[in-house]
């Protein structure tokens, strides 16, 4: 039998500065309880008891199951949750790039990396599609960073189909590539617009000082 208070402390295991991060942390992870806790009956909807019995299942924020973890606290057993179960990997394994990552899971890569710290069942599967997803969508995240298919109507379908680090990454892309094309520019010397501006300017001043 144990307490909230001996198991918890608020050690900060992500960013709280981070709105997606306080977001993610939230989200609330299935468990079933391996002790009695005490004063925590606000966790279980169903019971009017000030305990909770062993053997309860119970949806827990991410970051007090993290927190469970981390301290070594055999207080509950975290269940796979919802947009990492068997039937969810296998679709995303067969071809992620028609699957609308938003509506299977919400920030799923951020909620996949707290949930591979914990001791859950099926973590090396877990962590191995998510890495299959990350590799088999990338190409849809270069066509949004280069702009490849610009109507408005591809963008529109493909940014349903994004998580928002997948969208947040093709705007980084997009924007180092823009820069590096810039610095490219400056420092090339033959640069057929820099060379056609300095032959027009020369010839406007030519021009200025004939008529003068």
């Not at 990997?89 to 028609?98: E, H, M, S």
Request: net charge neutral; aromatic share 8%.
């Amino acid at each position: 039998m144990c307490s909230l208070e001996e198991v918890l402390d608020f050690d900060a295991q992500g960013d709280y500065l981070d709105l997606d991060d306080i977001i993610v942390s939230n989200a609330v992870i299935p468990c079933i309880t391996e002790v009695r806790l005490e004063k925590v009956n606000f966790l279980d909807k169903s019971g009017v008891a000030d305990f909770i019995e062993p053997k309860t299942k119970l949806d827990l924020p991410c970051w007090m199951v993290e927190n469970f973890a981390i301290k070594k606290k055999f207080v509950c057993t975290a269940l796979v949750p919802k947009g990492y179960q068997t039937a969810e990997r296998n679709v995303l394994d067969a071809d992620a790039t028609v699957v609308s990552l938003p509506h299977i899971r919400p920030y799923f890569y951020e909620f996949g990396v707290h949930l591979l710290r914990l001791n859950i069942r099926d973590a090396e599967a877990i962590g191995a599609s998510i890495i299959t997803t990350f590799r088999s969508r990338f190409p849809l995240i270069r066509k949004l960073a280069f702009g490849t298919g610009s109507e408005s109507q591809f963008v529109e379908k493909l940014l349903r189909k994004l998580d928002d680090s997948e969208f947040q990454l093709a705007k980084l892309i997009g924007e180092s590539a823009e820069e590096h094309a810039r610095c490219r520019d400056r420092k090339r010397p033959n640069n057929p617009n820099k060379l056609m501006a300095a032959y027009l300017r020369s010839k406007r001043s030519n021009v200025k000082a004939v008529s003068s």
